[in-house]
């Protein structure tokens, strides 16, 4: 089989890029295949959904931020339902680390980044499950726990369905006259020699080499370009050309909770138009909370980083003891309406860390474009990826980002590499 | 066991890190372990010991010209017989390639780096057994090999016995008080919490964390600093914390040819003081032949790399066929001399490629020091590092590198990394 662009992977981020690689080249054969039976099924469909505008370096604001814009287009205009739902993103904190990241709040403003301010007060004034003042609290403060004393809320931030997202690409990819092909799993790709004489063991050393397709569970595909876009898993492909991902997998674990002991955090007023908990990010815990509206759930998601191992697992499963030992007693000391709460369902995921900058990387290899590392920023960048994946196909220099925002191809490359460090980490 | 500073890895880089920091901390108890029987017995063994100053980065340059300073004080002052051979790199370009660098070439004359340009008949005249004109040959063009139309020569480069400079270190590093342990291997980093509660599961997410030593094959061995200086096995420690150790390791295969057809490679005169070839790189081939003078041999090593798989081997194997299929019909071409020759002995080592700047890391996390990711130049910028080691082990902003000249520590960090990229790549 042969076609001119191969994409690898129908998440949210190989979609993307089919699609603007095929609304830019109409005339290409542009196929998608992925391992699994429809789009959006792997790490798409394990993530919480978050969107957000809310980073301090210029690199990534402009990623987020257009492709926010994207997306409210594509529901706003074009009548995708992506079922975005704009409850804005809250960091609780303590005053030191609150204080340390003056600077990049400032910057963010400079950008045009939509902050507002709550002081401890007017935190638990609002939301009157919080215990913010941890004080005299001997257990919380034997367990090191930080009182919150500042909330920080990004306003042009909220929650997508990742499915409808993944399926609103792939649908107008299919429109195109794009192509895609389910339970089809990339195996290896293919380098060839440049110049084929036909003889046994080439590719050679002293020959110039290209990646002219993949071997798949369904056969060999060449095909002129080919995009990795396989997200934990690019490193099985990447590996054996010795191409480094540039990042690491890493386990990150969802909890579901559906308890009418959490009714007050579905009736906050005064933080968003839909009167409920933003999306919470709890203080030096690596958690955040995400309320699902449509469910009347809440999402938990886990993200400690140093001390979680890294490495790709076909099947990764959650730990529940990861709640009830790790998380649970340090979040009833914040919101004791979780108290005896336990989750309804769990699943766990896979993202793809740059631990190097955590910024995602757009690099060309001959052959092949890989995309990718994107430290589980991928969905909320996804759109300004596709772009830039179909800007470094079609050799131009800079990608035009929805909006009219132009931005260097190169700079998401590897040798070219010219990012803004990101400054707001929590 | 109980060690104030616990050293994984008796490789140059871990041998330099320990007797810097027991240098600078004569009172503190300094341990290296290491899996092998002997100081330098892993990678460090299976390099080919070439130093070179020629970089264009003033982050490798500096690294790797006062490392240089220092070996030559070593051996000329101090009076340990490194076998420092000053030989000189060559890197025979094509014309196309030889234009690309041109920035470079200036940058490193800025800097101070000692370079000779020669032409192709210089070149010619210089090594009769080179072939420099490809021209004609309708072999050579259908492989695709460039003719030499230049030479570069980097003067302040040439070859360090590295068996002799790890035992230098060790013997250094004993004489101050220092203690190893060979035959110890790390099983894995141990976790702690802070503030232990002395509860089941500990560390808990919301407890600070600190590496406090490791489990060896000995047993465990605490430590108030462990520094990470297991080269390409470095992962397999650092993937459990979820610590990227920011490389990949990759095979390199190294072979030895020892042949009287050679003997005009061991009789080159003009190019240094001792008469023969420098250690050379072949142009667009990835490999480079290094005399070895005290045996009168030949080294060949292969670094190709797109196309070439990254993974960490137990046991990694030199594939003969490298040499006969892939390296052997290219190097005729250019070393008729080598017609028929066949190699007396090979091995295969692995280097720790750092991708995305090709530049060695720094980096600390709570309670360890990782020290790594120098992409096949840790023996030739290791007396740098080691010393950016102990000045991040003191909490120093500067490192002192030999010669009084001054360091960012932090500039070889990762979310402060701060380098000048690398332009100088053939």
Redesign the interface.
Known sequence: MERDILVIGAGVLGLSSAYHLKRRNPDKRVLVIDQLGGPGQGNTAKSAGGYRNVFASETNYLLADSTIDWFLHLQGDLGYDLKLTRIGYLWLLGEGRHGQLEGAYEKMRRMGVELRTLGREELGRLIPDLVTGLEGDEEAE????EPVDVGVLGVKCGTVNTDALARCYESMFLKLGGEVKYNTAAKGLI?RP??E?GIP?E???????NVVGAETSRGEIRAGTTVVAAGAWSERL???????A?M?P?KRVMFVFRDPRLRGLMAVEGLNEHGVLPLTHMP????YIKPDLTEGSFWMA?A????????LEDDPQPES??YT???Y??LVKYLPCFKDVRPVNMWAGQRA?N???TIPVVAP??GMIYVGAATGNGILKSDALGRVVAALHAGEEEAMLYGDRPFRVADLG??T?DVE?ETF?I
């Open positions: 034997l367990m090191g726990l380098l440049e110049e004489l063991g590719p050679f050393i002293w020959q110039e080499r990447l590996d054996p050309l010795g191409f480094d540039l690491r890493k030096g815990l690596k958690i886990c400690d980083d140093f001390g979680r191992r890294f490495g003891a990861l030992d790790n998380i007693p340090a860390i631990s190097y900058d290899a001959p590897i040798h590499r460090m980490r």
